[in-house]
């Protein structure tokens, strides 16, 4: 009987590698072994709090969730937590053990430390346990901690409170225990942290609120063990101490934490007093539901009124935002646009008092209005026609969309003419208020002229004086690449300035400013009360470009310090690739760049825009990460949480954790697969066995689906049929390609061939289970549907499949999908093939640029290039990435668009899968028997002068290492270095391969055994 049992290859390493052993024939030895590996697992995670799996289950002690109140609700709060105590000696090691909802930064000593946990479902929480005992010292000391609580909706939790646990124990040295359990009655100390603008706005739809920090509101020094907490409070406990599930161990390494370095790539620009820019910001609704991710998007508006003096007849140029403006009862005209966040209206001003009315679109749960004035034009603002007037505006509560698309042209004046009455009254605005929208507002900065400019190297310490910056000053700082990071900024001489964070991966057209859209502006805000303000973010930043600027100082600022900690998952680069052409190998350079800067605690879709966890860019990312680095340890995190997403349907949830119903079909379709590709590298059959009810809940809503039809294929208009509002529609498909070029409707190829795929893995998962009665069942419905959709999908006439039974369309994904299910008989893959290698020559429709539209998007390339490799069509594989990737290089990029385009994310990792290609089929490297990664097949596919590289043994630091370049015959010259033991098979006729030093058996029938390499 085979099977297979896992132990840690390196108990010191900090993360565990998976090694195979390719049988083990007694059931009870297998079962020894398994329970051996959990034992000292667990063993060895009690020791180093790196080393975790999900086998190792620990339960705290009868520890408390705490907070500053008994209920932790509320939107952004912010709480201090303090533990002092005395020590007389200092211990070697000490695992402090804690969790918060829903992040956290831990100091010790007034050192920061760390900060966590891994995103989480609420249901099954991770815990982290920090080594802390090299920050401690002898005497007094104070373990810190400041918890944030999300509070609204994202893509990164589903949380709902706060909520503080902490346990551990440790010997004071004079023989008494110091205890860190968090209860009521514990020596923990708390205080609510207001320096923190519970309604500053979201950083993006799928992202938490910015930082405004108030540091007039904020204990300086509160995480240093002499500061005075005796008016802090204890600790109170939660009522709600259900809210979360058992608490289990984080299973992934904390993140990377090392310096990222920088550059200032532009002279130091003078802030200009050119513009006057008047604003304010108002709280909305917390969407904090289930009914959408977008929810009140576009359904709520905010009317804005005022009255503006000018000296004479004059026209100005204000900057606004989106909405519409009525200057004196009379619709503006939006004129000359800046860019996305600013549209410059003409306003035809008459001498005297003008009245000035706006209604802007309100969009997610914060809103700025901000009004740029031309300084020059003496103009002032007062709703009461008072030239010393403390207001500056009235503005409406939040009301609905019908307030929105009310036409108000004739209404003079607004909003004092008595027809225009407004629900809940005029709310004052006072003169004082500004908007606390730190991107926006970067954007709109105007510069004068610079004239100096500072290295990075020489920013430390560096005064800029008041007389050379008298309004301001904005630093210009770029990344190599997209990065996520934890900014750090200190500062002297800015008592009373406003110092504003900007960051970002677009450029303005003129590239003086960083570009924001609607949905994503992403920036934070120190409000300076003390001469010295140090400042960290609450939560990491994704960014290429960033922007520090400073305005409003009344002294000489100097910048004291500038550190960026980066927030990446931690892995070494082991594998590599080169080849006889140099675009490729930038392509892969950029592939292998992109996906590192997409790793923290999952793989996350893009560092910047959401930091989602998605389920096709998962999958993607999981074949790059194993080519790049071999590591498994973060898709199996990712799985796991996949497996706890389930909406009320039973469909996996296309992102989590969230609050919100983000389910997409296709991809819960493709999580299978997922979860049986997670499984060939890892051999964890323990993952498979916990979310297998899961797996089979998703599975029944297709099967239902199909049941609809008696051929069982599956119609994409499921949600019109049924009523239902689904994102993306019933096919999300690639959506990067024209309805033009792939129907999207009817019962589809393009839902259907990836349903029959995730039959066929699902019946493989079940024999893996022993459920072979299940198994059956699946291949049974597969073999059914698989022949319906060759007779009813199936063009005869072009050779090739039509995307929907309606037959307007055969795109491409169609066909290949075909294939890659494993659906179209030999005769149609010859067809097919021919049908290929006439109709498709381009990425793109007019054969050079995305101007006219392109065939496929760069995520969905991931399943175009694996069936053109599984068809044999290399020569257009690597020609299509050369098109597709070589524009992006040419367009600029370091890392790989979201899109062919240049406006959306310039770092998604799903455009990356060159990465893996380029490295498996070009270095021809694959493991027939895995999760049994004894043996290893060269099999070529490539059409290069040569190639060589490394792709890493799967949880392994090991190496398969391939060099091989094409002889005057045509035939392939390979040298293989592959670790000891590893059994090396390939196909004569293609490669020459022949033995060298340290081969432990001849070759014999184009197989070896290497100890060393193979020649």
Request: hydrophobic share 40%; charged share 25%.
């Given at each position: 009987?085979?099977g ?18 390719r ?19 667990c063993e ?16 705290p ?66 815990f ?15 373990v ?23 346990w ?15 209860s ?45 907490d ?11 101490q259900d ?43 917390h ?19 005022t ?22 009862g009379?619709?503006?005209?939006i ?27 309100f ?73 606390s ?26 005064v800029?004086?008041?007389?050379d910056?008298p ?17 750090r ?38 409000l ?78 893009c ?53 919100g ?5 296709d ?11 997670y ?71 393009n ?8 039959l ?30 060759r ?27 075909a ?8 005769l ?30 760069p ?18 594989a ?26 959306a ?15 498996k ?55 293989v ?9 390939w ?29």
């Open positions: 009987m085979k297979f049992a896992f132990l840690p290859s390196d108990f010191g390493s900090k993360r565990i590698n998976f090694l195979s052993f049988s083990v024939e007694s059931s009870g030895h297998r079962l020894f072994l398994e329970k051996l590996f959990r034992r000292r697992t060895r995670a009690r020791e180093n709090p790196r080393f975790t799996t999900h086998f190792c289950m620990i339960k002690p009868p520890s408390k969730f705490v907070w500053y109140n008994s209920h932790g609700e509320g939107r952004n709060r912010f709480a201090h937590f303090r533990r002092c105590f005395e020590l007389s000696e200092v211990p070697s090691h000490f695992g402090l053990c804690l969790f918060a909802d829903t992040a956290y930064q831990l100091f010790v000593n007034g050192e920061f430390v760390q900060f966590g946990p891994a995103r989480f479902d609420i249901r099954h929480p991770l982290d346990e920090v080594d802390i005992a090299s920050k401690l010292k002898k005497g007094r000391n104070v810190a901690v400041l918890v944030k609580s999300f509070g609204c909706k994202t893509f990164k939790d589903n949380s709902v409170r706060g909520g503080f646990i902490a551990g124990q440790l010997s004071d040295g004079n023989g008494e225990a110091v205890d860190f359990s968090t009521q009655d514990s020596s923990w100390k708390v205080r609510k942290c207001d320096a923190f603008y519970a309604e500053a706005l979201k950083m993006s739809f799928a992202l938490d609120a910015i930082d405004i920090f108030d540091q007039s509101q904020a204990l300086s020094g509160w995480e240093t063990p002499n500061f005075d005796s008016d802090w409070s204890p600790v109170m406990e939660l009522q709600k809210g979360w599930g058992p608490l289990k161990q984080r299973t992934i390494p904390f993140m990377d934490l090392g310096e990222v370095p920088f550059r200032v790539s532009r002279p130091v620009n003078p802030l200009s007093d050119q513009e006057i820019v008047h604003g304010f910001s108002v709280a909305g609704p969407f904090h539901g289930e009914e959408h991710i977008f929810e009140g998007r576009d359904n709520m508006a905010l009317g804005v009124a009255w503006i003096h000018s000296s004479k007849n004059q026209n100005v140029v204000a900057g606004l935002f989106w909405g519409s403006y009525y200057l004196n009379e619709l503006c005209d004129g000359i646009g800046v860019d996305g966040l600013r549209k410059n209206v003409c306003l035809s001003l008459k001498e005297g008092w003008n009245s000035f009315f706006a209604v802007e679109t969009i997610d749960d914060c809103h700025s209005f901000m009004m740029a004035l031309p300084r020059s034009a003496d103009l002032k603002l007062s709703p009461n026609r008072k030239y010393d007037d403390d207001l500056a505006w009235l503005r409406t509560p939040i009301l609905g969309s019908t307030f929105r698309d009310e036409p108000f042209e004739g209404k003079v004046p607004i909003p004092w003419d008595d027809s225009f009455d407004v629900d809940g009254g005029w709310i004052e605005v006072y003169a004082e208020e500004m908007d929208n730190p991107a926006r507002r970067s954007m709109w900065d105007l510069y004068a002229p610079p004239f100096e400019e500072v290295g990075a190297d020489e920013l430390e310490s560096h800029f004086k008041i007389s910056y309004v301001g000053f904005s630093l210009f700082l770029e990344f190599d690449c997209m990065q996520l990071v934890l900014p900024v200190a500062l002297s001489g800015v008592a009373g300035a406003t110092v504003d964070l900007a960051y970002g991966e677009h450029l303005s057209a003129d590239s003086s400013h960083l570009e924001h859209t609607i949905v994503y502006q992403a920036g934070d805000r120190i300076a009360a003390e001469d010295k303000v140090e400042y960290m973010t609450s939560q990491p930043r994704g960014t290429r470009y960033m922007r520090i600027t400073v305005r409003g100082a009344a002294a000489d600022v100097r910048l004291d310090s500038l550190v960026f900690l980066s927030c990446r998952y931690p892995v070494d680069k082991l594998g590599r690739f080169e080849c006889s052409d140099s675009l490729l190998n930038e392509v892969w350079v950029m592939c292998e760049r992109t996906q590192h800067a997409n790793m923290e605690d999952v793989f996350v879709d560092s910047g825009r959401e930091r989602g966890m998605y389920l096709r860019d998962t999958i993607i990312q999981y074949h790059n990460t194993l080519a790049a680095y071999g590591d498994t340890m973060l898709m199996g995190r990712c799985m796991e949480l996949f497996g706890q997403s389930p909406d009320e349907t039973g469909k996996f949830r296309a992102v989590y954790p969230n609050k119903d983000y389910t997409i079909s991809f819960a379709i493709e999580a299978i697969e997922g979860y049986w590709q499984y060939l590298n890892t051999g964890d059959v323990d993952r498979l066995r916990t979310d297998w009810p899961a797996m089979l809940g998703s599975i029944d809503w297709f099967n239902n689906l199909s049941d609809e039809r008696e051929d069982g294929l599956l119609d994409a208009d499921w949600p019109k049929l049924k009523g239902i509002k689904a994102h993306y529609g019933g096919l999300h498909g690639d959506n990067g390609v024209s309805d033009a070029l792939m129907d999207k409707t009817g019962p589809n190829a839902l259907t061939f990836p349903y029959l795929q995730m066929g893995s699902a019946a493989k998962i079940a024999r893996l289970l022993g459920e072979s009665v299940q198994a059956e069942a699946f291949e049974t419905r597969r073999a059914m549907i698989a022949e319906n959709a007779k009813l999908l199936w063009n005869e006439q072009k050779g090739c499949f039509n995307d929907n039974i309606e037959g307007r369309t055969q795109s491409f994904h169609a066909s290949i999908l294939v890659l299910a494993e659906v179209a008989t030999p149609q893959k010859r067809s097919i093939r021919r049908w290929l290698e006439t109709e498709f020559k381009n990425v793109f429709l007019n054969g050079y640029s995305p101007d006219a539209g392109a065939y496929f998007s995520a969905y390339s991931f399943f175009i290039f694996q069936g053109l490799y599984e068809l044999g069509l290399t020569k257009l690597e020609s299509l990435m050369r098109e597709g990737w070589g524009w992006m290089l040419a367009s600029g990029a370091v890392t790989t668009f979201e899109f062919f385009r240049t406006t994310s310039h770092c998604h990792a799903w455009s990356a899968n060159p990465l893996c290609f380029l490295s089929n070009a270095l021809g490297v694959s493991f027939p028997a895995a999760p049994d990664f004894s043996h290893v097949k060269i099999d070529i596919q490539s059409e290069l002068d040569w190639a060589k590289g490394a792709y890493p043994i799967p949880g392994t630091k090991q190496l398969i290492e391939v060099d091989w370049k094409r002889n005057e015959e045509g035939l392939i010259e390979a040298v270095s592959a670790p000891a033991g590893i059994t090396i098979s196909d004569r006729s293609k490669v020459l391969l022949s033995q060298s030093q340290g081969a432990e058996t001849a070759p014999a029938r184009g197989c070896l055994t290497a100890s060393q390499r193979a020649v």
